[in-house]
């Protein structure tokens, strides 16, 4: 774990990207920590063996020309919350980095005019930094597109303020709006059945769905993911243990 690594962004474009999720995740708790990862890209093949056996935090690791920068959140949506994650594409060898750290000093830390950053000093991680999706074993489920979602999610939405209005203002609990939440997110989402509609919710709160975009389902044991191409969300469905992977969901 490196507290002052520097990384370097592919596209200088991709800083903004990082800095407007952080934003977001901010905008739901002013302490939110992060779990930031960086890892290594492709390797060449005769060095794949030796690849295997090294880990992103490793002491004195090198991130390889094509590397990733993976930044999980999460954002709490019902009772266990849902992961974001939005990935960011490297240049130049770099220290490998694993951390949790501050989502507010790691905002301050994003260098858009440079398209750089140095990852900020770590923290102590909440419980669902040590439980992150895994690396391997997902299957795919089905794939839609933001517009067949938009209609059902906006409704719900409509339906969620709805509902809350009609409830007297000395009964509007935290527990009489979260019953009514759970209701309405729990429910299965049309475009892609297997998932709860909470999944479509949360990539939508974090800015993920934008129009015409595809979307693409997956289950792991223990985990169900929703793909966008600006970022991923994964719901816990298992208890603690399951998953724990330490690289970007691909």
Do not use: C, N
Not at 143 to 156: A, F, G, K
């Amino acid at each position: 774990m490196i507290g002052t690594a520097a990384l370097a962004f592919a596209d200088p474009r991709e800083a903004a990207d990082l800095g407007a999720f952080l934003t977001r995740l901010l905008r739901f708790d002013r302490a939110a920590a992060v779990r930031l990862l960086a890892v290594p890209g492709p390797r060449p093949a005769e060095s794949a063996q030796s690849a295997e056996s090294e880990q992103p935090g490793a002491p004195g690791g090198a991130v390889e020309d094509g590397g990733v920068l993976a930044v999980y959140g999460r954002l709490p949506l019902g009772g266990t919350g849902v992961l974001a994650l939005r990935t960011a594409r490297l240049t130049g060898p770099a220290p490998a980095a694993d951390a949790t750290v501050s989502a507010g000093q790691l905002l301050e830390a994003v260098d858009e005019e440079r398209g750089a950053l140095v990852v900020p000093p770590p923290v102590t991680g909440p419980a669902w930094a040590g439980m992150l999706p895994p690396r391997t074993g997902w299957q795919l489920l089905g794939s839609t597109e933001v517009d067949l979602v938009m209609p059902q999610l906006m409704e719900s939405v409509r339906e969620f303020k709805e509902r809350t209005a009609e409830v007297p203002e000395h009964h509007r609990s935290r527990a009489v709006l979260d019953q009514i939440a759970d209701d309405i997110w729990s429910r299965p989402l049309a475009a892609l059945p297997e998932l709860p509609l909470r999944v479509a919710h949360a990539a939508y709160r974090i800015g993920f769905l934008h129009p015409g975009a595809a979307l693409t389902a997956h289950r792991a044991k223990g985990w169900l993911r929703l793909t966008a191409p600006h970022g991923t969300v994964a719901l816990r469905t298992a208890g603690p243990g399951a998953g724990l992977g330490l690289t970007p969901l691909g």
